[in-house]
């Protein structure tokens, strides 16, 4: 009990020192300094939340882990989130001590922890949530992560150990995530997408789960929506993708990847016992979270700033970019810790789908290597700087009054760009 005691007061302490100066928002030191001095904590202070909600998956956590909070706040319920995206165990013990007493009680109805996906089953060995959410599996910091196999079965494994408590709420369009209920003992529910919009009859470069999970044989897909998302079957064993009984419901924000994140909500909040009006309300008071899709304003300029940081992802991000009319782009790339050392995924964008006419900025820790990528798909007309606060402001003098200009960066680029604009540092 006094260790417990003296890691929360610590943590609290930088946490509250962070912020004052300006340091950062104390997002995952706090919680690395109080498990050094409690390694059991995260699995203590679990003990005290009164229901817990784990979102999982490479994109989207954050802005559905969003969606999930505003739709219960909307309800009545006072939630606890990571919600600055710290999502290993680290950043949940933070956001866990940020709100507790120094006694490690917890003052909440709900927490929602969103996980990063190779931190999931780590988190799930300190606690077993009331509803597990996955969302996706893509290709990402490879040098970190492996293919995605590897993380299948890691979360394969953790879920095997999960009580009756927990229920599981999963992607059917997705056959690797769709696959951990096919054995699972633990009540299901499958969201995807029925709509015929967004559906495509051949995969773009960036796919990575064409094979089954089951027999390993090539899967049938008689639709796509991104990447490997879409209706799928495979002919040799007869693993199919299971009939989602959440679909198609709107999504406040723009991106087919934030359908994906509106079903994967609504089926949250349906499995909670949420009314459906409730949640419906709830969904049209969501606001983009922080550098997804978030609008901030510089130099008298409005910028749209876009988390892209995967094949997948950034296809999708630079997809719903060009949707809304870009005129004005700035790709940012970085090489570190958060972002993964490995920058060869950069070739599995599409980046051809950019027309020549677009105002195309480039900038980052690995620019050349990123305008060697524009060169070779074919685009001239770009600038390129490695000084991230001078790209901005020239992306920035290039802008049309009354257009926005879009932003796609990795996550450290993202971080960076925030405190550029604001000032401020966000971990």
Known sequence: MIRQYFAILIAKLVWKISTLFNLGAGGTWPGELALAIDPFLLKKLAQKLKGTIVIAGTNGKTTTSLMVKTILEGAGFKVISNSSGANLVNGVVSSLIQISSISGSLNGDFAILEADENALPAILDNLSPDLLVCLNLFRDQLDRYGEVDIITEKWQKAIRKLTQKTKLVLNSDDPQIAFLGKNASLKTIYFGLNDKIGQK?????????????????????????????????????????????????????PGL??????????????????????????????????????????????????????????????????????????????????????????????FEMIPASIHLTLSGDRAYDLGLRIKYSGLKNYLLETDLQKAVKQAVGMQVAGEKLFILATYSAMLDIRKIISGKKIL
């Open 201 to 253: 009859k051949t995969f773009e470069h960036a796919t990575d789960s064409l094979f089954c999970p089951s027999c390993g044989s090539r899967l049938k897909f008689s639709a796509v929506y991104y990447s490997h998302l879409g209706w799928w079957q495979c002919l040799k064993c007869d693993l199919k993708r299971p009939s989602p009984q959440i679909f198609n419901w709107d999504s406040p924000l």
């Open 257 to 350: 990847y934030n359908k994906y994140n509106t079903q994967a909500a609504a089926a949250s909040a349906k499995v909670l016992k949420i009314d459906e009006a409730v949640i419906k309300k709830g969904l049209k008071r969501v606001r983009p979270a922080f550098g997804r899709q978030e609008e901030m304003e510089y130099m008298g300029r409005f910028i749209k700033l876009m988390l892209s940081k995967n094949p997948a992802g950034f296809n999708e991000s630079l997809r719903t970019a060009l949707d809304l009319k870009a005129n004005n782009l700035l790709i940012v790339l970085n090489d570190r810790i958060p972002d993964g050392r490995d920058v060869s995924w950069i070739w599995d964008v599409d």
